[in-house]
């Protein structure tokens, strides 16, 4: 069977069920395992985000949208080189992934030909119920339940933990405009025990104001813009250095603010959002939690002094 891939997450669950020879074709996301990154590229977005700020991208995605121009670009010839049998997709979010739009291109530059197989996780329980989809699609379905069973295992082992309280949490999904982050990450919150803010389990990522943020005073703040790593994050966060009301929370005054890599482990619904859970049980409980590893630079705590504004230097 030949495969493409326009979902990460996709991709990893497929390497996890031993057909990464099988892939033909990815997205530009597609880096988990490293071995992916040398397939084809069948998807490409139609901006360099790596060349803009946060605001920049923001800017121009509701651009896009409102337009009704492609966020995402199908190489045709590439696809037709490709000529998968099986293309795995999305329904969840036009901005994070290749589309409805881009769903149909390909099928039709390849005459119909592929079954088309999209997943539209919300939480949690639907990241591993996609596993098995894919697992039954592809015929792996032993192997897929032995991914799922390993992974709720991990899942457990977190919720199992002896807490002494439950903190209140915040996790922002972009820093300029401000994002909660929605979907699965409010679950992983109360599955490392937590209590999370904003946003709640299944909803889509919206657009908050720091006065919400203020309003529910949370005890920790997770900052994951979306496909971001913990470096650029940190950059991203420079400009809420000179927002008052943001200098104001309790959290970030109190030294209380994580950047984490939201881009491997929280912005994709793929088997990695577990390492997420385990990274935020670390964050909120690393007593309890001190038992359990996580990638080495996966989370970094923001300190004090980085809230100081440049202009007040």
Request: proline residues 6%; hydrophobic residues 40%; glycine residues 8%.
């Amino acid at each position: 069977m030949r495969i493409v891939s326009f979902l990460p997450s996709a991709t990893e669950t497929l390497y996890g069920l031993g057909l990464g020879r099988s892939i033909v074709g990815v997205t530009h996301e597609c880096k988990y395992p490293a071995s992916a990154r040398s397939k084809p590229q069948v998807i490409h977005p139609s901006f360099d985000p790596a060349r803009m700020t946060g605001r920049e991208i923001d800017i121009k995605i509701v651009e896009l949208v409102r337009s009704g121009r492609d966020i995402y670009v199908v190489d045709e010839e590439l696809l037709k080189e490709a000529n998968p049998d099986l293309i795995v997709a999305q329904g969840l979010c036009e901005v994070c992934s290749p589309f409805t739009k881009e769903i149909t291109r390909a099928v039709g530059v390849l005459k119909g030909k592929p079954e088309v197989l999209v997943l539209d996780p919300h939480d949690l329980d639907d990241v591993l119920v996609s596993i098995m989809d894919v697992a039954e699609k592809v015929g792996r379905v032993d192997r897929g339940r032995r991914m799922v069973s390993s992974l709720q295992k991990r899942l457990d082992a977190v919720r199992l933990l002896k807490t002494r309280s439950r903190p209140k949490v915040v996790c922002v999904e972009w820093a300029d405009p401000l994002f909660t982050a929605g979907h699965w990450v409010p679950q992983m919150v109360d599955y490392a025990g937590g209590v999370n803010g904003i946003s709640a389990t299944g909803e889509q990522s919206r657009r908050m104001d720091v006065k919400e943020i203020a309003a529910f005073d949370p005890d920790i703040i997770v900052m994951m813009p979306c496909g971001f790593g913990v470096k650029r994050t940190l950059q991203e966060m420079r400009p809420l250095k000179n927002n008052r009301e943001w200098t104001s929370l309790r959290a970030v005054k109190e030294g209380n603010v994580y950047a984490v890599d939201a881009g491997s482990y929280f912005s994709k619904p793929s088997p990695r959002t577990v390492t997420g859970v385990e990274i935020l049980s670390k964050i909120m409980h690393p007593k309890e939690a001190r038992e359990i590893k996580v990638p080495k630079g996966s989370y970094k705590k923001v300190e004090k002094s980085y809230w100081v504004s440049e202009t007040s230097m």
